[in-house]
């Protein structure tokens, strides 16, 4: 029987699904988190054979003595894993100081977490990249600035999500990010893309073949929505495309990714750009070696009626899976932000679009920054479809 530590089985709360189909395939599902034992949903405890407790899982030291404790309790650890990009950089420790050598290492981290990092293995899969330059000072940033042109968007090399992300249009706004900037986190400097941004999600075996395969659009900038406290949507494609499909399996095989879920993001350009492509070219974007965040592997289910919580316990339990796809439509999010005079309210958009949709609820302040305050998820046969949901969801009353 394999041991399997899940760290944060609680978070995000829909990752008890993981642990279900672990315990489902005959694991020994070994839960590590911060949140007392009698807070956790009754589905998680169900599925785990153990739980222990730590005060703070920031707590390197803590965690580890917890790992130590379950070693002596079950035997050597078979797979380690939190399926969450906060923790990425501590799973990877941890295998490394208990030889647990099913997943990425320390040594693994710099280009699988460092956006300059990143870039060489993109360009090995022949993929572009934006060109950039790590922050330093304002002559050094106005002279990278003085090839690629304004704007151009800084961010943390090292970052999650789109946090402390910004698009600077002029020199007072690139004078104030170096005086307003953290002192202690690099910056990476990019020239900005004219794009929308395109995902390849995929569950990837050992042998570094895909055993499930989508996509998500979002039409709409994630660092927007944050730094504009803007109203969220994306949407799980009803096809791939190949270009993107394509682009996903090459990125796969240059950043040797075997034995994961994995969440890859590309741009699409909306024009030709000099040195990336004509309009509709894939451009690079950043590697994310974990699931699409929040409520997006359930989206993939209602998408593809499938489960994806299976097939990734499949691929970790018998490196193959037998679950495939009874049907293919789009799924859409939309996340709408407390405070704004939308004009149709909860109640309406849930009795035109009661027969689509599949989740409605109100999301935790940890998600709703990126993700809006309400979110609806629903499903539909055509784009058009769609398209109307959304124009309905996001139209405000005019401004008296």
């Known amino acids: 029987m394999k041991n399997v530590v899940f760290l944060s089985p609680n978070f995000p709360t829909n990752y008890w699904q993981f642990c279900r189909e672990l315990k489902k395939n005959g694991m020994n599902v070994l839960g590590i988190g911060d949140q007392p034992y009698d807070e956790l949903s009754q589905d998680l405890k169900e599925n785990l054979t153990e739980y222990y407790k730590v005060s703070n899982l920031e707590n390197y030291d803590e965690v580890y003595r917890g790992v130590a404790f379950l070693i002596f309790k079950y035997g050597p650890i078979d797979w380690l894993e939190s399926n969450n990009e906060y923790w990425l950089e501590q799973d990877a420790k941890l295998r490394t100081a208990f030889h647990i050598t099913s997943g990425f290492q320390e040594s693994d981290m710099p280009r699988i977490k460092f956006k300059s990092g990143m870039k060489e293995f993109y360009q090995k899969a022949g993929i572009p990249t934006a060109r950039y330059h790590m922050v330093d000072n304002f002559d050094g940033c106005m002279e990278f600035i003085k090839t690629v042109g304004w704007p151009v968007i800084v961010k943390p090399d090292n970052g999650v999500g789109a946090s402390h992300t910004y698009r600077l249009s002029d020199e007072q706004e690139l004078k104030n990010f170096l005086s307003e900037k953290e002192t202690d986190v690099s910056y990476i400097m990019e020239e900005f893309i004219y794009a929308e941004i395109n995902s390849y999600d995929a569950i990837i075996d050992s042998h570094g073949e895909p055993l499930f395969e989508t996509g998500n659009i979002t039409p709409i900038s994630i660092m927007d929505i944050v730094n504009n406290e803007d109203n969220a949507i994306f949407y799980i494609l009803k096809d791939l495309p190949e270009d993107t499909r394509k682009a996903g399996r090459a990125t796969v095989k240059s950043f040797g990714v075997k034995s994961r879920f994995v969440h890859f993001e590309f741009f699409r350009l909306t024009k030709d ?75 309406q958009i849930r009795e035109k679009y009661r027969f689509n949709l599949k989740m409605d609820q109100r999301l935790p302040k940890a998600l709703a920054e990126a993700m809006g305050d309400q979110m609806y998820v629903a499903l539909f046969k055509t784009k058009k479809e769609m398209d109307e949901f959304y124009h309905d969801i996001l139209k405000c009353k005019a401004s008296v």
Not at 305 to 310: E, G, N, P, R
Not at 313 to 330: L, N, P, Q
Request: with cysteine.
């Open 273 to 347: 750009q000099e040195g990336l492509g004509k309009k509709g070219s894939i451009v690079a974007l950043e590697v994310n070696m974990r699931p699409c965040g929040g409520f997006t592997p359930d989206m993939m289910n209602f998408a593809h009626s499938l489960d994806v919580y299976k097939i990734w316990a499949d691929m970790i339990a018998f490196d193959k899976t037998e679950v495939r796809s009874k049907g293919h439509a789009y799924c859409a999010f939309a996340g709408r932000r407390d405070g704004k005079h939308f004009v149709y309210d909860d109640a």
